[in-house]
């Protein structure tokens, strides 16, 4: 068995499946695209840890057409997303890790513009959500609500 980066996991990890068409694992885009060095894949990777995603539909915008301003591009952990997973603590990583995140895997592999326009949207859900959010769309009264505790809910009109 031969391993591209001579890694070894024993143990029983399930490999995550995108929950939309089209959606991918970052990590994954950035080793295939062969546009990084292994420094840079390592400094991207921190970036992605800190921010605690996996694939590219968490840190696109609600119509999966372009990356997200709010958390991928400032560097922000969302706070609306809860994660079906247990991260490891990463620190927030310096400057120069962030300059590869932004120039190289943001603009290089998944967005092509200054705008960030995606290289594709994304599809059709074909799994249901693996994090939570606490805003829910009432398509029928075209509503926006966020929960704010276990039993109410506070609207935006959209």
């Known amino acids: 068995m031969s391993f591209k980066y001579k890694v070894y996991l024993n143990g029983q990890y399930e ?14 885009l950035i080793i295939d695209s062969n546009a990084f060095t292994n420094k840079e894949i390592l400094q ?29 591009i400032n560097h922000i952990k969302d706070p609306d997303q809860i994660s079906q997973y247990q ?9 120069k890790d962030w300059d590869s995140w932004d120039t190289r895997a943001l603009l290089q592999v998944w967005g092509i513009n200054e705008q960030y326009l995606l290289h594709e949207p994304l599809g059709q859900h074909i799994l249901p959500p693996k994090n939570s959010t606490p805003w829910q769309y009432h398509p029928s009264s075209e509503t926006l609500y966020y929960k704010t505790s276990a039993m109410s809910f506070n609207s935006s009109a959209c």
């Open 44 to 72: 991207s990777n921190r970036c992605r840890l800190y921010l605690q995603v996996q694939n590219i539909l968490e840190i696109t915008n609600g119509l999966s057409t372009h990356i997200g301003y709010c958390c991928a």
């Open 87 to 95: 991260w490891p603590t990463q620190p927030k990583p310096p400057k």
């Open 15 to 28: 490999k995550t499946r995108p929950i939309r068409e089209k959606d991918s694992a970052l990590i994954d």
